[in-house]
């Protein structure tokens, strides 16, 4: 089979493939230098809030076997200067954005949603997942009544989908996923980073100012995995999966667990053109294996 069809429809998104950039690994400028931004099936933006926020003291980053830590706090310059900067260097490109939001209250996240809703961006991304931050964040998406608290919040404010990205940092991913389905979600991603920690053998303390951060790359692959496949079996919703992906034929094993859609994140900072490498060797490999498409691809899970 010569060419594959990745077209792929993601809660009401004609998306050209499957393929989109994770939160907070990807800048519209810099990646844009690399490659053409429309050969993406759609960006995600890194994490915005209503005002600026300062984001943690340095160090931030640290690097883990197959991959890195993170304690960035969801630094960003708010969303005056998101509609200013990002959105409009991405507006010469055809692919549709969606925009990751930040809150650290219901308040914060309907705020920013607002801000956002007589914008370009295509659909919204509610971060409740970020282990990064003290207040919000991770609160919400790791209580099931609050998940769906900050989500009905956000789905009567939002003019556009909304998308819930959870946490794997939960004992059962399900209970937040049917929370979020329940309150009104029109998509699910799945997963941000797992908390992790380093200490300095020199200092004798963290490596990283915040204490603890985000574990991210190819070390957190199989847990991803294996929560798309539990939620897949949990709800209806479009599934975005992430956690990991370096490769086509990684994004394939997502799309196999039950993802509609997948994001490539850590691999985009240590190769700029990851995403769109990911989108060749997705259609490559299922050329080789002969799937005329995802729906083809996806149908073909055993387990
Ligand atoms: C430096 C860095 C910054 C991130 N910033 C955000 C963010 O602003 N919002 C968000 O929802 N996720 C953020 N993430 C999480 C990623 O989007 C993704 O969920 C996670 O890293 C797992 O995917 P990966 O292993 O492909 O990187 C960030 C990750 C990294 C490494």
């Not at 594959?4 to 800048?27: E, H, I, Q």
């Not at 991210?216 to 692959?221: D, E, F, L, V, Y």
Request: proline fraction near 6%; charged fraction near 20%; glycine fraction near 10%.
């Amino acid at each position: 089979m010569s060419q594959v069809d990745l077209r792929t429809c993601f809660a009401g998104l004609s998306l050209k493939n499957p393929v989109m950039t994770a939160s907070g690994t990807f800048a519209a400028r810099e990646s844009g230098e690399f490659y053409d931004l429309s050969r993406l099936g759609a960006v995600i933006t890194k994490g915005v809030a209503a005002k600026p926020w300062p984001g943690n003291p340095t160090p931030r980053i640290a690097e883990t076997y197959g991959g890195m830590l993170n304690a960035v706090g969801l630094q960003n310059p708010g969303a005056e200067a998101y509609i200013e900067s990002e959105l409009s260097y991405l507006a010469q490109y055809d692919v549709p954005v969606i925009a990751n939001l930040a809150g650290h209250s219901v308040e914060e996240y309907v705020a920013v949603t607002e801000c956002l809703n007589e914008t370009s961006v295509a659909m919204f991304e509610l971060n409740i997942s970020c282990p990064n931050v003290k207040e919000g964040g991770i609160g919400f998406g790791t209580d099931p009544r609050m998940a769906a608290q900050v989500t009905e919040a956000v789905k009567r404010a939002a003019k556009k989908p909304v998308m819930v990205k959870l946490t794997p940092n939960v004992t059962d991913i399900t209970a937040i996923a049917r929370a979020v389905e329940d309150a009104g979600a029109d998509a699910i991603s799945l997963i941000n980073t797992l908390l992790g920690m380093r200490i300095d053998l020199k200092t004798k303390r963290p490596l990283l100012a915040n204490g603890t951060g985000g574990l991210s790359g190819p070390a957190i692959k199989p847990v991803a995995v294996r929560m798309v496949y539990q939620v897949r079996r949990a709800v209806k919703l479009p599934i975005l999966g992430l956690g990991g992906i370096c490769t086509g034929e990684d994004a394939a094993e997502f799309l196999l667990a039950g993802a509609d859609a997948v994001a490539v994140g850590t691999a985009a900072l240590v190769n700029p053109t990851a995403p769109v490498d990911v989108v060749e060797e997705l259609a490559a490999f299922m050329a080789r294996e002969g799937y005329a498409d995802v729906a083809a691809l996806k149908a073909a899970f055993v387990g």
